[in-house]
């Protein structure tokens, strides 16, 4: 296995968020009765005629800029020729030889640092309709819902050496084009996703190896077993002195394996041309710059950034970069108390990405904690009644229920006295080695304090007092 490495390039499909469909006004919607938002153009009837969505080109042109790559200002669509149930039309509309898009390159936060893949091409097209397969009574139905709904397709050059850095530019996309505005990232309904192209060679070859393709990978957790599995799977049929063939395969992810679904077809196999009823889109420069002015700071600008700024850790910067509605509660936290560390710890241990109070109760709950008002385990009880009260502020409910940490000394003092006291068996076990029963009698000292005493303040009184014993 260590004399091959793997060859990874990767297509994704990415559903656009326009009100209509790329070529007709039907709804851009699936999830709703089949067959509800189809329109005359969805289903090919005779005499019908494509128009393009502007919307569409708008999102194609700000996921090209952000991406940096060169735009064709002419582009031209195609049919794509293939007979399946769900393609009424026997060819899908798509970009072919001249793509709104091409030589562009995503960045990418790795364990390792940014790196980079080149993406080759960006072009716009159609998605075709959903089969739905009813072994019981062997027949299948089709749904048009989905026929039309307007696609960008983004496609990589095969510069992945590694299932990980694969699923890295899945979720960097992905936190991508939903900072955008242009798609909701809905893995699971399959509003992003993924095809892998895998070939493997020998470390000293420059040549690659024949590839297979795997299809409609709408988990990153899928996408890494699946370019692993086919990477030994290719592996062990190379070394066994069989061939690999080039095909399309499907991840099953319950049994995890690939399988094969068809050979692959070749580009004479679609036979492409210019589709006659789209004319050359034009893109002028003016629109383009247009585009730009409502792009802000991408998310990997943000991750750069928050780990130099704030000396957020990667992990913690992706983390909450990943998440549109977590970066910009992060960020408006951070305008009320300038503790970027805290904010972000809370955010993403304690309230595990599901902000439920709001900004101002977070900004002054940080600072309780930081100003040794409360500890933090006191914080966590008030964050509690918080999610049922986005009326009352953390200070308050600090002052009606006397949680401020108890700063008094002889207060503190007396009350480790009486735990010593009543615990005469734990001190022995201490004092004859048993350093761990240390923690349990703080417990105790919690316990009697209703957890507001000093923490420090009492771990030291508390040795103190032992260690005279």
């Given amino acids: 296995m260590a004399d091959y490495e793997v060859i990874i390039g990767l297509e994704f499909h990415i559903q656009l968020l326009t009100n209509s469909k790329l070529f007709s006004s039907a709804r851009n919607g699936y999830e709703n009765r089949p067959n509800t938002n189809v329109d005359d153009i969805d289903i090919a009837l005779p005499g019908t005629l494509p128009v393009i969505n502007s919307k569409a ?3 194609a042109i700000k996921l090209g800029l952000a991406l940096n790559c060169k735009f064709n200002t002419t582009s031209i669509f ?33 364990k390792n640092g940014i790196k980079a893949v080149e993406i080759e ?36 050059r095969p510069d992945l050496r590694s299932a990980e850095e694969a699923m890295d530019v ?28 895998v070939s493997i060679r020998k470390h000293d070859e ?51 394996i690939s399988k094969p679904l068809r050979d692959k077809e070749t580009i004479l196999d679609y036979r492409y041309f210019p589709d006659p009823d789209l004319p050359p889109l034009i893109i002028s420069e003016s629109r383009i710059r247009m585009v730009h002015n409502l792009i802000q700071e991408l998310p990997i600008q943000k991750q750069i950034r928050y780990q130099e700024e704030f000396q ?27 503790n970027a560390k805290n904010i972000a710890n809370w955010i993403i241990n304690e309230m595990q990405l599901s902000p439920m109070i709001t900004i101002f109760q977070l900004a002054q709950l940080i600072r309780l904690i930081d100003d040794k008002i409360v500890t933090t385990k006191i914080a966590r009880y008030i964050y509690e009644k918080l999610l049922n009260n986005q009326a009352v502020m953390p200070i308050e409910i600090v002052a009606d229920e006397k949680l401020e940490i108890q700063h008094d000394c002889e207060i503190l003092q007396e009350i480790i006295k009486k735990i010593i006291i009543n ?18 009698l703080m417990g105790q000292v919690i316990k009697n304090t209703r957890g507001v005493a000093d923490p420090n303040m009492a771990k030291t009184i508390l040795k103190e007092y032992l260690d005279q014993i």
């Fill in 423 to 440: 615990n005469p068996t734990e001190v022995q076990k201490y004092k004859s080695g048993k350093t761990r029963v240390f923690e349990f």
């Fill in 312 to 338: 957020l850790t990667a992990n913690e910067a992706s983390i909450l970069i990943s998440n549109k509605v977590i970066t910009l509660y992060f960020e408006q936290t951070l305008k009320l108390y300038k």
């Fill in 170 to 197: 899945y979720k960097a996309l992905r936190t991508l084009v939903i900072h955008l505005d242009i798609c909701d990232g809905n893995m699971q309904e399959g509003s992003i996703r993924a095809d892998a192209n």
């Fill in 57 to 59: 080109v708008e999102f």
């Fill in 206 to 256: 420059k040549i690659f190896g024949i590839r297979t393709e795997i299809k409609n990978i709408n988990s990153v957790k899928f996408l890494g077993q699946a370019i692993n599995h086919e990477f030994h799977r290719q592996i062990l049929k190379v070394e066994s002195g069989q061939r690999i063939n080039r095909e399309t395969r499907l991840w099953d992810s319950h049994n995890k």
């Fill in 78 to 110: 195609s049919r794509k020729h293939y007979f399946y149930p769900d393609l009424p039309k026997g060819y899908q509309i798509t970009q072919h030889d001249l793509p709104i898009c091409e030589y562009g390159n995503l960045n990418f936060p790795t």
């Fill in 121 to 156: 091409r960006i072009h716009i097209e159609e998605d075709s309709g959903k089969s739905l397969h009813m072994d019981d009574i062997n027949c299948s139905y089709c749904d048009y819902n989905r026929a039309g709904i307007p696609l960008l397709e983004v496609v990589t």
